[in-house]
């Protein structure tokens, strides 16, 4: 419980940073996510096209990835975009509509971004482990969900597809 709060300070910290623009500072949140719980492998932020009817692939800290774009409903970030639930898959292989990112990924946490009231995209955590998310790494996500969420309000940011 120590790392997620450390971890958490060190997001606060990042939010407060006037230097960095928010892409900037999402950049940040997944490398530190990533360097500090060590059964995150990858950490990536997807936002919602609701007009596509698809997320796309915003910031994220580990390996390259072609899913740049998942439609709704297609993998676990597809099925949160349509939940508006956190998705804890413990074991990939054993979950029909995934997809694979990475040969190596045993698990997958999905917690979904909400903007007033509406799922605006997600952070999405890939694990090299089996079944090593808990409810700790839910709340902790949770939490920079809504820090995030708080940032876009008070900055008026409204995230734009990159071109």
């Not at 060590?38 to 596509?52: L, N, P, Q, S, T």
């Not at 999905?110 to 700790?136: A, C, R, T, Y």
């Amino acid at each position: 419980m120590k790392i997620f709060s450390e971890a958490l300070k060190i997001i606060e910290t990042i939010f407060q940073n006037k230097s960095l623009c928010f892409k900037e500072s999402l950049d940040e949140i997944c490398k530190t996510l990533k360097e500090k719980i060590i059964h995150f492998d990858w950490v990536g932020f997807y936002f919602a096209d609701h007009k596509r009817k698809e997320l796309f692939l915003y910031s994220f800290a580990g390996n390259e990835t072609e899913h740049k774009k998942i439609p709704f409903g297609k993998g676990i970030c597809g099925q949160v975009a349509l939940s508006n639930k956190s998705f804890n898959v413990p074991d990939v292989e054993k979950e029909k509509n995934y997809i694979s990112c990475n040969v190596n990924v045993k698990s997958e946490l999905v917690v979904p971004i909400f903007l007033e009231g509406q799922n605006i995209g997600q952070i999405d955590v890939d694990s090299k482990s089996l079944n090593p998310f808990n409810n700790d790494d839910v709340r902790l996500l949770e939490s920079v969900c809504n820090l995030i969420a708080k940032k876009m309000i008070t900055n008026k940011i409204k995230i734009h597809e990159p071109n």
